[in-house]
């Protein structure tokens, strides 16, 4: 097992404060497939291995996000590999950006499964809006930016789906509804996280100008059936 909790955050979550969101064994868990795509290994054991690759779907896929590169589960083959960063909040820093910020709930739902899928935050599904809280801003009656948590762990939770349409960035919205769920998860006496790929610079500055700083590098690997 890795030392630190956010070394295998899909695991950790789903054993603890996501449970109710697992499908698996002891073994490998991932999250419900209307949820999110994320599966991970309690180990690198070759029975940890098996029990993962059962939960591969037959049309699908899994995305494995850990410190260390994983073993390739038998019958399965890697579509995609890449460098992510794992960021931890070190002292949270107000942006300048101003807007109305709105809760999103429910009736939101399809608005912000239409953002997420126009702008492609990271794998936003059915009923990823059930992970946490989200936020957004909206203009003429629109959603058009939006930001929430996705996996929680104990003493943790990720800033995740942040994200704005096409027609209004460079106004900082990003920022500032990332800021607001940073400052809801601090309250709670929680540590914010957040992931990006490590060749996205601008949101890496975005997330810096926060407090966030790197924790380390992790490995982000989409797997399918061979």
């Known amino acids: 097992m890795s030392a630190h909790l956010l070394d295998r955050p899909i695991w ?30 309690r180990d690198d054991s070759a029975e940890s291995m098996q029990a993962l690759a059962k939960l591969v779907p037959a049309d699908g896929y899994v995305i494995l ?15 995609l590999t890449a460098v992510g960063v794992q960021m931890v909040l070190d002292k949270l820093v107000r942006p300048p950006a101003s807007a109305p910020i709105q ?11 239409a953002l997420a899928t126009l702008t492609k935050p990271g794998p936003f599904l059915a009923r990823t809006h059930l992970l946490g809280t989200f936020c ?66 601008a949101a890496i500055s975005v997330y810096e100008a926060l407090g966030f700083k790197l924790r380390r590098h992790v490995v982000v690997t989409v797997l399918r059936h061979e």
């Open 12 to 41: 950790r979550a789903l054993r603890t404060r996501q449970s109710a969101f697992a499908v698996g064994d002891e073994r490998a868990l991932r999250f419900a497939p209307d949820v999110a795509p994320f599966a991970a290994a």
């Open 65 to 79: 996000l850990q410190a260390d590169e994983s073993p390739r589960p038998p019958g399965t083959a890697v579509e």
């Open 103 to 113: 809760p999103l709930s429910e009736a939101d739902a399809p608005e912000m499964l």
């Open 136 to 201: 957004g801003v909206k203009e003429a009656g629109k959603l058009v930016a939006m930001a929430g948590e996705r996996m929680k762990l104990d003493g943790f939770t990720e800033v995740s789906g942040v994200c704005t349409h096409p027609d209004l960035r460079g106004r900082g919205l990003a920022a500032l509804l990332s800021h607001k769920v940073a400052t809801d998860i601090l309250a709670r006496g929680e540590t914010s996280f957040l992931h990006a790929y490590a060749s996205n610079a």
